[in-house]
């Protein structure tokens, strides 16, 4: 029997980070409350509207993932009761995972204590760097020690599975202040690291700014793309060689520290996401492999009023096959095509061709059953996953 994910958007920040495209902002801190309980309410109107959208919800949940925007600023009040309606719909897993993302300087008393009260025992804090002039070129209210104290902070109330994230490419950042965050990183000693590559687009305000010109965020003192790169590399190796082991493009972690939520998307696990621009995907009625994926909105009014799910896709046969593929190749243990031909039968094959094509390019490795990403297809994931793509669409 499937078990579920719960996804929680929170979308609200103390201020918007030049480089951040998420949907979040800067909201009164009044809408908060008016927000849990939209979010509530969506919790209480779950079942319905998945059967509408006839796809199975499954009742026991083993993975919570609060996101954001920065989850940090829920209201401790407010959480307890969102909690309770939570526990009204779903059974929580004993064992459940229950991550919440953190802004580092925002954990006060009160808060730690509500998180333990309510379960959480994972905890995802946003560092990026721990060069305290680059973090605060990009909007971070932090510093790399206010970071070092949260870590300790949360160990000491017993929370030891602790994520850092880290962006490379950020402004004024070189390789040399890149190797200082990783050195900080692995002084601290977390079991879990994400890092991501700054990612250029016109949803940022930074990102914008690289595409049409301008000073204000910056935008000349981005690293170019080779660098950005190189930095990628080195931490892949710095973290690796640390026993911290790539699971992920984008996640490392030590054995048994992995993120379980996370893991759910890449392996295609049902999840149901709440708030704002919040996604989810449910196994079909149907049966077979087919999903149904929705979305709400990404407009703050329009989801405290209660717009219902958006965009509802079926997803098909072959478009689960597609996904099986580009997300099974995102994680280091890649796909095993033995397992894929037992669920999808002969539809699998039309892959062959370029699989062994880009085995031979380098791009692909085999390790007994399984296929992976090479190094060098990690590095250059978006032509990999373009070619899969062609296929698909002959
Ligand atoms: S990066 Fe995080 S904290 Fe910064 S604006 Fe985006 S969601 Fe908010």
């Given amino acids: 029997m499937d078990r579920l994910g719960l996804y929680i958007s929170f979308p609200f920040c103390r201020s918007k980070c030049s480089y951040c495209n998420f949907a979040s902002g800067v909201y009164a801190p009044s809408r908060m409350r008016q927000y849990v309980d939209r979010l509530c309410e969506e919790v209480a109107e779950a079942a319905e509207h998945a059967e509408f959208l006839q796809s199975n919800l499954p009742q026991q949940v083993d993975t919570v993932y609060f996101g954001g925007g920065t989850p940090s600023l829920i209201a401790p009040d407010d959480l307890e009761r969102f909690f309770a309606a939570i526990h009204d719909k779903f059974t929580l897993t004993a064992d459940a995972e229950i991550t919440m993302e953190c802004a580092p300087g925002q954990l006060t008393d009160d808060l730690l204590a509500v998180w333990l009260r309510l379960g959480v025992n994972r905890v995802s804090l946003g560092v990026q760097s721990f060069i305290d002039s680059e973090a605060a070129a990009v909007g971070r209210l932090h510093t790399s020690e206010i970071c070092r104290t949260e870590i300790t ?215 007994g059953d399984s296929i992976m990403l090479s190094h060098k297809g990690r590095l250059l994931s978006n032509e990999v996953f373009g070619r899969l793509m062609e296929c698909s669409a002959v």
Avoid at 203 to 224: C, F, H, N, T
Avoid at 235 to 257: D, K, M, P, V, W
Avoid at 298 to 322: K, T
Avoid at 337 to 363: C, H, M, S, W
Wanted: hydrophobic share 40%; aromatic share 8%; net charge negative.
């Fill in 153 to 367: 902070r949360l160990r000491d109330a017993g929370i030891r599975n602790i994520n850092v994230d880290l962006i490379a490419g950020l402004p004024h950042q070189t390789m040399d202040s890149w190797q200082q965050s990783l050195d900080a990183l692995l002084q601290t000693d977390v079991p879990h690291a994400s890092v991501y590559m700054f990612e250029v687009d016109e949803d940022s305000r930074l990102g914008l700014e690289i595409l049409q010109g301008g000073k204000r965020y910056r935008a000349a003192d981005v690293p170019d793309d080779e660098s950005v790169t190189a930095m990628y590399a080195v931490a892949c190796e710095r973290l690796n060689t640390a026993g911290i082991h790539q699971y992920e493009i984008s996640n490392f972690a030590r054995r048994g520290s992995q993120s379980l939520h996370n893991l759910r998307y890449w392996l295609r696990r049902p999840y149901l996401g709440m708030g704002l621009d919040a996604h989810s995907m449910l196994a079909s009625k149907n049966g077979g492999n087919e999903a149904m994926r929705f979305a709400n909105t990404d407009n703050l009014d329009l989801y405290c009023d209660g717009e219902p799910y958006l965009r509802p896709e079926r997803i098909s046969e072959l478009q689960a096959l597609e996904e099986t593929f580009f997300l099974g190749l995102r994680q280091n243990a890649g796909i095993q095509p033995k397992q894929i031909a037992a669920q999808f039968g002969t539809a699998a094959e039309v892959y062959n061709d370029t699989l062994r094509e880009l085995v031979a390019e380098g791009f692909l490795q085999i390790d």
